[in-house]
Antibody
Framework: QLQLQESGPGLVKPPETLSLTCTVS??????????WGWFRQPPGKELEWIGI???????YYNPSLKSRVTLSVDTSENQFSLKLSLVTAADTAVYYC??????????????WGQGTLVTVSS | EIVLTQSPGTLSLSPGERATLSCRASQSVNRNYLAWYQQKPGQAPRLLISGASSRATGIPDRFSGSGSGTDFTLTISRLEPEDFAVYCCQQYGSSPYTFGQGTKLEIK
């Protein structure tokens, strides 16, 4: 059974960079047709898609966050990571790492991590 | 981007009853790529339905999805105690993928 686990600081100061890592177990991150992604959910708001990456490093980002987001993948560690720069209080959210299948402009997210709360505050 | 509006915001029902949840899109969803997820506090979201009507692996057949274009429905035929949760719809037919605000299904 595939499992995804987010890790990283729970508190980030503005305007620093938020950094999270997702460790994949029960499967290989180097599987074709899989996309590894990030979503977030601010308190009381709907889920928001951040972006996806494949094991070759091809990325697709939400245009609203693209200028601040970097996704990367480490196949040797079976991990992928999110960096979000210049954070503000509006970036406070539960961040989820995910696995998706399909083509990048219409990939279906079928596995989610438990999520990790990141608070942006000085 | 496509805006998804779910209704009702909260649905109060009893175990054994039928639940009908709605998800309306601001424009047609490409290829009816509409998914439904179940969210419980502290747990990973769980995929229930993809492509508007295909049940995900391991999902009980009391869950069914229907609809096309801009109007979609999730139906739970006979509510079990474990079904009380928040349900979200997502369109993944065009970027950026977007979600509805969720329907909270609570015990009456």
């Amino acid at each position: 059974q595939l499992q995804l686990q987010e890790s990283g600081p729970g508190l980030v100061k503005p305007p620093e960079t938020l950094s999270l890592t997702c460790t994949v177990s029960g499967g290989s991150i180097s599987t074709g047709n899989y996309w590894w992604g990030w979503f977030r959910q601010p308190p009381g708001k709907e889920l928001e898609w951040i972006g996806i990456i494949d094991y070759n490093g091809r990325t697709y980002y939400n245009p609203s966050l693209k200028s601040r987001v970097t996704l990367s993948v480490d196949t040797s560690e079976n991990q992928f990571s999110l960096k979000l720069s210049l954070v503000t209080a509006a970036d406070t959210a539960v961040y989820y790492c995910t696995k998706a299948v399909g083509v990048p402009d219409s990939s279906l997210t079928d596995y989610w991590g438990q999520g990790t709360l990141v608070t942006v505050s000085s | 981007e496509i805006v998804l509006t779910q209704s009702p915001g909260t649905l109060s029902l009893s175990p054994g009853e039928r639940a009908t949840l709605s998800c309306r899109a601001s424009q047609s969803v490409n290829r009816n790529y509409l998914a439904w997820y179940q969210q419980k506090p502290g747990q990973a979201p769980r995929l229930l339905i993809s492509g508007a009507s295909s049940r995900a692996t391991g999902i009980p057949d009391r869950f069914s999805g229907s609809g096309s274009g801009t109007d979609f429905t999730l139906t739970i035929s006979r509510l079990e105690p474990e079904d009380f949760a928040v349900y979200c719809c997502q369109q993944y037919g065009s970027s950026p993928y977007t979600f509805g605000q969720g329907t909270k299904l609570e015990i009456k």
